[in-house]
């Protein structure tokens, strides 16, 4: 079964500050892809980042990094310099190839404030 | 490009009367997706079409829950009777084929308040 942990309900910082969102992941399965949505207030989930198991590679987008560990089975997200505006629910999701099918399952999300 | 477009926004109403959500996808993609997302919680999986076919919809509730998406474009979610614990975000994605690699687009989703 597959399953994501983001035992981080909610984290409070101050802008400028850098944060991380942890991401803990359990699967089976050897081929799979992880991702990182954001939610703002506004409802919609926003695509962030997609990560397949045989990249290792850390990535840096900005002000956004994302280091993926298989052997902890963790995808960690930082925010470096926060902004009012990275305030938002972020979720880390999993899923599987399962016939070559999308079927993704999310991690129940941190909250992220940040205050001016 | 326009993204995916739901409505209404927002929905109350009794508890035993019928509701139905509304989703129009991102033009040409094939696969569309209804989520459920209770307080909270992360997005869960009702159903996905690809083009007209429903191929899992092991987790919408039968007896109550339905879904249609004629001609393979727009798509309806429907809930009769509703219940009080039907009070979640009713989200929709849809995205290119519904390949594992593939990034779903979703939208604003609809908010449901069953009292």
């Known amino acids: 079964a597959q399953k994501v942990t983001q035992a981080q309900t909610e984290i409070s910082v101050v802008e400028k500050e850098d944060v991380t969102l942890d991401c803990v992941y359990e699967?089976?399965?050897?081929?799979?892809?992880l991702f990182w949505y954001k939610q703002p207030p506004s409802g919609e989930l926003v695509f962030l980042i997609r990560?397949?198991?045989?990249?290792?590679q850390n990535e840096i987008s900005g002000r956004y990094s994302w280091n993926f560990q298989k052997s902890t089975s963790s995808f960690n997200f930082t925010i470096t310099a926060s902004q009012v505006v990275d305030s938002a629910v972020y979720f880390c999701a999993l899923t599987r190839v399962s016939g070559g099918f999308q079927k993704l399952v999310f991690g129940t999300g941190t909250r992220l404030l940040v205050s001016p | 490009e326009a993204g995916v477009v739901q409505s209404p926004r927002y929905k109350i109403i009794e508890k035993k009367q019928p509701v139905a959500f509304w989703c129009n996808p991102i033009s040409g993609h094939n696969t569309l997706y209804w989520y459920r997302q209770n307080l909270g919680q992360g997005p869960e999986l009702l159903i996905r079409y690809e083009n007209e076919e429903a191929v899992d919809d092991s987790q919408l509730p039968k007896d109550r829950f339905s879904a249609e998406r004629l001609k393979g474009v727009d798509s309806t979610l429907k809930i009769q009777p509703a219940e009080l614990g039907d009070s979640a975000v009713y989200l929709c994605a849809s995205s290119l084929r519904g390949l594992a690699w593939e990034t779903q687009y979703f939208g604003p989703g609809t908010r449901l308040l069953v009292l």
């Open positions: 990560r397949n198991s045989f990249d290792e």
């Open positions: 699967t089976r399965d050897t081929t799979y892809y």
